[in-house]
């Protein structure tokens, strides 16, 4: 983006309280405070950035001369002042305070006070297990005292000394517990299913045999987290589902012994607490929405990047917990509530995150037999250009979308559409056995001459499918993360949409 639409997108994220503690304070660091003041309120009030009409409306104002300038400056402005708005809730902002204090006190000769205000910033960089302005306060107190103290300082330097020691060996546990947890989730975010054994060597050969040393250091916040955390993934990607269900309780556990970093990581939070959902759903177990949902609480939610996490996160709760005990009513009103606030946290909504929830609405349109509807929302979804994550779900985009098309009687343009994709997943490597399967099923159905025909074909590939799943249970799980094949041939059957066939046709639930 220009530089004048960052500001125009900084000045639409403020809350009402933000912007006039702005303008209140705007004085105190510039003498410019009444156009700054002039100026962000005519940005906010700008439905899009207009900067010919800003140029116009202060055209008899002196800082329209140097107007980049300006801008630059009230950006500069403004992030500072949120700095201080926000200061009593962030613990980096506070630590920070505390070791600045630090300095100037020790420039001024007040060697006592700064030492309190070093001990103050060590005690809350270890509560809070930020390890690295553990280590500043530690290189502080050691200048310090030997720039300073005329006793013999050997023995409190080596303490120092030691104690930095420890942070730097705790932390290369950490690094390298971190090292393998990011390849796995790397495979994970590509495809949360693996579907090959090149995928799973992949997987051994990051993890072999899922074996990890426990930590040394577990008194270590983030060194305990991540050596759980590649425990969960090993289990998620070899679809131990029970396994992963265990250490996601252990990981939930952990985190709510440290209710301080909760406050602090509330984004790492809520991934534990989305990741456990996932395990217990994958793992057909019964998602207590209460119990998720009281865990939000635990989250400060006034800025539009938490109010957002929160909205994402709870959303997913309530879709898979619907979903998974088959309250087809409730999904209604589900959709209906994504497709109101969604536009309005679009922005602060984690890319891949914004992709599902438009993929979600596009697939239960589907479900229920708005196909029109549903392929304007896959559409959009398909668009998304800058998404290269989640691999599993782009394709099962572009199956769906074929889908689509053949209840919308397309019949000519899936035939051209059918050949395209197969011959482009084929190239990539991407053709595995559910992929061919959905392919010919869709060239089969867009040709038969009648209803006798017809359920002949349903007959042979709703067989087909149930050996597939024999032979491999895995397809099965991924058809959870996709479209139940077996339902929609039998809607199909019957004539009807995927939600009517359901509804008369209710699954045991395990």
Partial sequence: MKPSSDLYALIHTLSSTEKNYIKKYAGVYSKSKHNYSKLLEAIHKQEEYDEKALLIKFRKESFVKHFAVAKNQLMELILKLLRQFHQKNSIHATINAATENARLLYERGLFSLAFKQLDKAHKLAEEHHIYSYSEEVLDLKRHFITQM???????????????????LQAELEYVSYARIYYQLLF?????????????????????????????????????????????????????NTAQAVLVMREIIALWERHPRLIQSEPERYMAALNNYTNCVINNNEYVDLEYLNSKTDLINQDKPRMEALV???????????????????????????????????????QAVRYFMFTRYTAYFHFMWGNYQQSLKYLEAALALKQIELRQDLQMFSNMLYLFIHYHLGNNVFLYNAIKNYRRKIKKKGLLYDLEDFQLRLL????????????????????KELTAMVAENPSVNFIMQQHLSLHEWIESIRQNCTVIDYLKKNPPKLS
């Avoid at 103290?149 to 942070?167: C, M």
């Avoid at 495979?187 to 949360?192: A, G, I, S, V």
């Avoid at 060239?443 to 709703?462: E, G, I, R, Y």
Wanted: aromatic share 10%; proline share 4%; with cysteine.
């Fill in 443 to 462: 060239s089969k159905l867009c040709n038969v001459p009648d209803k006798t025909m017809l359920h002949k074909q349903l007959d042979a590939f709703q």
């Fill in 311 to 349: 909205f994402e996160s709870s959303m997913l709760w309530r879709i898979t917990s619907a979903a998974s005990q088959r309250k087809y009513d409730n999904l209604i009103l589900l959709v209906e509530e994504i497709e109101l606030t969604l536009p309005r946290l679009k922005d602060n909504i």
């Fill in 187 to 239: 495979l994970m975010r590509q495809n949360y299913v693996l579907r090959s054994k090149k995928e799973t060597n992949k997987v051994d050969e990051i993890l072999p045999n899922g074996q990890l040393a426990e930590p040394k250091y577990p008194n270590y916040f983030y060194n305990q987290l991540f050596y759980l955390n590649n425990k969960n993934a090993y289990s998620i990607l070899h679809q």
């Fill in 149 to 167: 103290q005329a006793a013999d300082w050997r023995e409190e330097v080596e303490e120092l000394l030691q104690k930095k020691e420890n942070i």
